[in-house]
């Protein structure tokens, strides 16, 4: 069974910086894609960032030049760098990875519980 845990949000003013981090855990795995999406309140969940196997990334338009995220492929872990936040930052902050799992013989989409990040004006 794989697991993600998520840490790091919280509350900080405009301007300021927080970085997240999501931690896979379990055995027998092997990472595709992991990523951060958010929803805030009255919206649908967006992608906020990515980074697959091969180190590409993708971030959502709205955070590029503010945001990177990483990993440490050794401790099966992604970080999100956030700067410059801005109030439309608030949302709830979800880790999602696409896993290939050996004893399952195919990929699973798992997601974290959430952090929250709000950023006050």
């Known amino acids: 069974q794989v697991q993600l845990v998520e840490s790091g949000g919280g509350l900080v003013q405009a301007g300021g910086s927080l970085r997240l981090s999501c931690a896979a855990s379990?055995?027998?795995?092997?990472?595709?894609?992991m990523g951060w999406y958010r929803q805030a309140p009255g919206k649908q969940r967006e992608l906020v960032a990515r980074?697959?196997?091969?180190?590409?990334?993708d971030y959502a338009d709205s955070v590029k030049g503010r945001f990177t995220i990483s990993r440490d492929s050794a401790k099966n872990t992604v970080y999100l760098q956030m700067n410059s936040l801005k109030p439309e930052d608030t949302a709830v902050y979800y880790c999602?990875?696409?896993?290939?799992?050996?004893?399952?013989?195919?990929?699973?989409?798992?997601w974290g519980q959430g952090t929250q990040v709000t950023v006050s004006s």
């Open positions: 980074i697959i196997r091969a180190g590409s990334t």
């Open positions: 999602n990875a696409n896993i290939y799992v050996a004893s399952l013989g195919h990929p699973n989409n798992y």
């Open positions: 379990g055995s027998g795995f092997s990472i595709n894609v």
